[in-house]
């Protein structure tokens, strides 16, 4: 068959390993799964109200346009309704302007160390990937993308807070690098963790779409509202860019289900807030395990924390996995010494720290 050629260099999405598969191998009662950044906390207790009264109609497609959640979420963002795009997850929104976009004799900037499917479906469209070396802190190397980009390049992906490492890139500081970015590519803000922020001075970047028409910003349910499941991510822009996102995306992306109930999800706000709060408490926890044992740790705004570990991290995952805590190897994510923890619920993150307290001692 006749294949992509790059496709021989590329590999399917790796999972972490699942709760299931786990505690069969390792023989475990009880699995703690802190590798995916999901929401310890689950969902908004409407949710499961919700679906208990309910039920979408099965046999009649979604609704395209997504009226409902479109209409909550242009009022939540102050922003119009045809400014939304909705994927199936932001995952979809990712390929989507890929798909849109990037081709053989275009390039696409990204840092180094960031979320893997910008490259991934950078590489199935045949576009050169320029990729910027994180600043030792952590920091996406604005400065850098701004040498590197030149007339050729369709895509910009700025991950803010950046997964995995959990920095925050000052609104300023990307303002600053809106301003003298190339007008002709389109500037991404995946601000999938956004909702974590606890920092005051982040502005809400949603206001400046009006402001750059070349800027899209993707937002999630998949993590602070605590619905992976569902699939619901999308990207807030002008209509311009919506409408010609919009040709390649496949129609009906998004179940009925999942629209409806991430309309309920995004109505709590307590809920959200709860999520936060506890995440912002448990945060701190990890900073000072981290300066206790004097492990390096980057400075996370987000549900996880990337964290030295003395030794190989694959085997690190290995001791953790065998006391019941999966957490993603560095190893795959192009910071070997590293793991990638989700940050749980108190208890969840108690028991981590006595399971990593082994790999100290071994
Ligand atoms: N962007 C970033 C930075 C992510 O970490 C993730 C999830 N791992 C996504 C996008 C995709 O999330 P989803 O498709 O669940 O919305």
Request: charged share 20%.
């Given at each position: 068959m006749k294949w992509k050629p790059i496709l021989r260099t590329m590999k399917p999405y790796t999972p972490g390993r699942s709760l299931e598969d786990v505690k069969h191998t390792y023989g475990l009662q009880e699995?703690?799964?802190?590798a995916s950044n999901e929401?310890?906390?689950?969902?908004?207790?409407?949710?499961?109200?919700?679906?208990?009264s309910k039920a979408a109609q099965f046999e009649i497609y979604p609704d395209v346009y997504t009226a409902g959640l479109r209409g909550k979420l242009a009022e939540f963002h102050q922003v119009e309704s045809n400014e939304i795009l909705f994927g199936n997850g932001s995952d979809e929104i990712v390929t989507i302007i890929s798909r849109a976009l990037l081709q053989?004799?275009?390039?696409?900037?990204?840092?180094?160390?960031?979320?893997?499917?910008?490259?991934?479906?950078?590489k199935i469209e045949g576009a050169e990937i320029r990729e910027v070396a994180m600043l030792e802190n952590g920091d996406h190397d604005l400065e850098g993308f701004?040498?590197?980009?030149?007339?050729?390049?369709?895509?910009?992906w700025i991950c803010n807070p950046n997964n995995p490492t959990g920095n925050l890139l000052s609104s300023t500081a990307v303002k600053k690098f809106l301003d003298?970015?190339?007008?002709t590519a389109l500037i991404?803000?995946?601000?999938a963790y956004f909702e974590f922020v606890t920092d005051s001075s982040q502005e809400d970047a949603m206001k400046w779409i009006h402001d750059y028409d070349n800027l899209i910003i993707l937002r999630t349910f998949s993590k602070a509202?605590?619905?992976?499941?569902?699939?619901?991510?999308?990207?807030v822009t002008n209509a311009d860019v919506v409408s010609e996102l919009n040709k390649v995306r496949n129609p009906f992306n998004n179940s009925s289900l999942a629209l409806a109930v991430a309309e309920v999800a995004l109505e709590d706000q307590e809920f959200l807030q709860h999520c936060v709060t506890h995440n912002e408490e448990e945060r701190k926890r990890y900073a000072d395990y981290a300066k206790q044992h004097s492990l390096a740790i980057y400075p996370s705004a987000t549900n996880f924390v990337l964290i030295?570990?003395?030794?190989?991290?694959?085997?690190?995952?290995?001791?953790?996995?065998?006391?019941?805590?999966i957490v993603r190897s560095g190893n795959l994510l192009g910071v070997p010494g590293f793991v990638r923890v989700t940050i749980g619920t108190h208890e969840q993150n108690t028991g981590l720290f006595k399971a990593f307290d082994q790999l100290l001692t071994n």
């Amino acid at each position: 068959m006749k294949w992509k050629p790059i496709l021989r260099t590329m590999k399917p999405y790796t999972p972490g390993r699942s709760l299931e598969d786990v505690k069969h191998t390792y023989g475990l009662q009880e699995v703690n799964k802190l590798a995916s950044n999901e929401n310890p906390y689950g969902s908004s207790p409407k949710v499961a109200e919700y679906l208990r009264s309910k039920a979408a109609q099965f046999e009649i497609y979604p609704d395209v346009y997504t009226a409902g959640l479109r209409g909550k979420l242009a009022e939540f963002h102050q922003v119009e309704s045809n400014e939304i795009l909705f994927g199936n997850g932001s995952d979809e929104i990712v390929t989507i302007i890929s798909r849109a976009l990037l081709q053989p004799g275009t390039n696409t900037v990204m840092a180094s160390i960031t979320f893997p499917q910008y490259a991934h479906n950078a590489k199935i469209e045949g576009a050169e990937i320029r990729e910027v070396a994180m600043l030792e802190n952590g920091d996406h190397d604005l400065e850098g993308f701004l040498k590197v980009a030149d007339e050729e390049t369709a895509v910009i992906w700025i991950c803010n807070p950046n997964n995995p490492t959990g920095n925050l890139l000052s609104s300023t500081a990307v303002k600053k690098f809106l301003d003298r970015a190339p007008k002709t590519a389109l500037i991404v803000l995946d601000e999938a963790y956004f909702e974590f922020v606890t920092d005051s001075s982040q502005e809400d970047a949603m206001k400046w779409i009006h402001d750059y028409d070349n800027l899209i910003i993707l937002r999630t349910f998949s993590k602070a509202y605590g619905l992976a499941s569902f699939r619901i991510g999308y990207g807030v822009t002008n209509a311009d860019v919506v409408s010609e996102l919009n040709k390649v995306r496949n129609p009906f992306n998004n179940s009925s289900l999942a629209l409806a109930v991430a309309e309920v999800a995004l109505e709590d706000q307590e809920f959200l807030q709860h999520c936060v709060t506890h995440n912002e408490e448990e945060r701190k926890r990890y900073a000072d395990y981290a300066k206790q044992h004097s492990l390096a740790i980057y400075p996370s705004a987000t549900n996880f924390v990337l964290i030295a570990v003395p030794g190989d991290a694959d085997e690190a995952c290995e001791v953790l996995l065998q006391n019941g805590y999966i957490v993603r190897s560095g190893n795959l994510l192009g910071v070997p010494g590293f793991v990638r923890v989700t940050i749980g619920t108190h208890e969840q993150n108690t028991g981590l720290f006595k399971a990593f307290d082994q790999l100290l001692t071994n």
